[in-house]
């Protein structure tokens, strides 16, 4: 009879703060996603459209720029938007700075729900991540996954 074999523990450092990321994220992201559900009847794809689309400020953002940083596929985002354009939360504009390009603002409508939103969202993050940290630990943090994501979108870098 063969013993099972063992699994491989990776004691590299490198290897285990991915690992921790990753299931940190596949721990809190579900949590986050359904207390947005019940108290918001948002989920957090919802919420990151109306997060961006908010931060790009009254211009709104082109949608190739909203593709390239949202949790979304290209076809899954053009059919959020529908929807939320359906539900008047967003309105599609074209884009003063090149004709072929569409921009996505938020309405009025649009931006109350995600203000609403984004206070219970922010009081969600603080209860399930900011307290477990120190200002220090998400400074550490925030500095490598920003650098990690910025050598990834420029190999260059």
């Not at 709104?60 to 929807?83: F, N, P, W, Y």
């Amino acid at each position: 009879m063969t013993e099972p074999r063992q699994e491989q523990k990776h004691t590299n450092i490198r290897v285990q703060a991915w690992r921790s990321v990753l299931e940190a994220c596949n721990t809190l992201l579900p949590i986050m996603d359904s207390e947005l559900r019940s108290e918001q009847h948002l989920d957090v794809q919802v919420y990151d459209v109306l997060l961006h689309t908010y931060e790009a400020g009254p211009m709104g953002i082109r949608m190739t720029d909203l593709a390239r940083k949202i949790l979304l596929t290209k076809s899954g985002l053009t059919a959020r938007v529908d929807k939320l354009e359906e539900g008047g939360l967003l309105e599609r504009a074209p884009d003063p700075e090149d004709r072929r390009a569409t921009r996505i603002r938020l309405t009025e409508t649009g931006a109350a729900v995600f203000k609403k939103a984004a206070d219970f969202h922010l009081s969600s993050i603080e209860r399930h991540f900011s307290s477990r940290i120190s200002e220090e630990e998400a400074r550490v943090i925030c500095e490598a996954l920003e650098r990690i994501r910025g050598a990834v979108a420029d190999p260059a870098s």
